[in-house]
């Protein structure tokens, strides 16, 4: 969403019972602060793709997909014949209930996101009111949104939105500004959704407001999810943000989750993140940060940017000059850069 996020459970009614949600939320909030101390003992490790796939393997079962009882499949399945989709997966996915069918396509995307994107994006509308924030979607997810593919990362953000019932309208907003401000559990999912809504195109600058406000919480869990709520949003002001984080709040483990949202979760794009080099350039300059706010800028550009200069602030500017020199001239350029 990368190298922090997301809770246990959802800003609707699932299919779980409440003391499993209220014991698996309690494990989850535990979590930060083991990955907090961990920090300290290994700067710049523990981003958001390794921390999820401890955690989530740990607490989140993972049921396989089972063929729906005849009758219970009530939405109307969309199925395209697309270059190089095999009719009888299509035809065996159609079979499957609404639930089934959103898991199955998004694991098939998480491997190969050809042809299984259009199947999904066809039948998000179908979907809509047969979908269970489950756990083994949610750990899907998850999983999609640390995929390298923005396509898959779309998807997946999608998916959870029909899930959680939120349509792309102020009234959601509405509703996930009510459950944050309700000081209730639901209120981390609820940070992190506003962003995924924001990057969706609704209401965008109303939720950087509300998740930069939150980033000055007291509550170090509070800031966690407004961190991971402005990976989510993905806007050009959510950069700033992040990068004033990452050199400001009092916690490691918040500076952590910024680093790991400006160079890896969430879904900024790769020119967006190439944007923050310049200031994550003067940040290796500043004899005012601490060893382990200096050692997750030189992992923030080295995930950035795919170059290794260490902390050698000489070397990278030289580097990033030639780099910039090539962005303004595109037919000049070269670059093998492996950007999320």
Not at 17 to 27: E, F, H, I, M
Not at 112 to 120: E, G, V
Not at 206 to 217: H, I, V, W
Not at 267 to 284: F, K
Request: charged letters at 20%; aromatic letters at 6%; hydrophobic letters at 40%.
């Amino acid at each position: 969403m990368a190298n922090s996020t997301s809770p246990s459970r959802s800003v609707s009614a699932a299919s779980t019972t409440p003391s499993v949600k209220a014991r698996t939320l309690g494990r989850w909030l535990r979590y930060p602060l083991l990955l907090a101390a961990m920090a300290l003992l290994s700067a710049g490790a523990g981003f958001f793709a390794a921390r999820f796939q401890g955690a989530f393997t740990k607490w989140l079962k993972i049921h396989p997909v089972a063929a729906a009882d005849p009758g219970q499949g009530t939405s109307q399945w969309v199925a395209t014949p697309q270059p190089g989709t095999k009719g009888s997966n299509a035809e065996e996915i159609s079979r499957l209930a609404p639930q089934q069918q959103a898991e199955r396509l998004l694991e098939l995307a998480i491997q190969q996101p050809d042809p299984s994107l259009s199947l999904i994006h066809r039948n998000l509308t179908s979907w809509r009111g047969h979908l269970e924030d489950s756990d083994r979607l949610f750990h899907l997810v998850l999983e999609a949104l640390k995929s390298n593919d923005s396509r898959v990362r779309v998807a997946a953000v999608e998916i959870d939105l029909v899930a959680n019932k939120l349509i792309k309208a102020p009234e959601s907003v509405e509703k996930l500004q009510r459950q944050i401000q309700s000081g209730s559990q639901e209120r981390y999912m609820a940070l992190w959704r506003l962003g995924a809504l924001g990057n969706r195109g609704v209401a965008p600058s109303e939720a950087f407001r509300t998740l930069k406000l939150y980033t000055e919480s007291r509550s170090q869990e509070v800031r966690f999810w407004a961190v991971e709520g402005l990976a989510m949003l993905g806007s050009p002001e959510s950069i700033d943000a992040l990068l004033d984080i990452l050199v400001h709040d009092p916690a490691a483990q918040i500076r952590q989750s910024a680093a790991n949202a400006l160079s890896r979760s969430g879904l900024l794009t790769g020119e967006q993140r190439l944007t923050a080099v310049p200031q994550l350039l003067n940040l290796l300059d500043d004899d005012s940060l601490d060893a382990g706010t200096r050692s997750l800028v030189c992992a923030a550009l080295e995930a950035i940017t795919g170059a290794s200069f260490g902390k050698n602030a000489a070397a990278w500017r030289d580097w990033w000059a030639h780099h910039d020199s090539r962005e303004k001239h595109p037919t000049r350029r070269h670059s093998n850069l492996s950007l999320a």
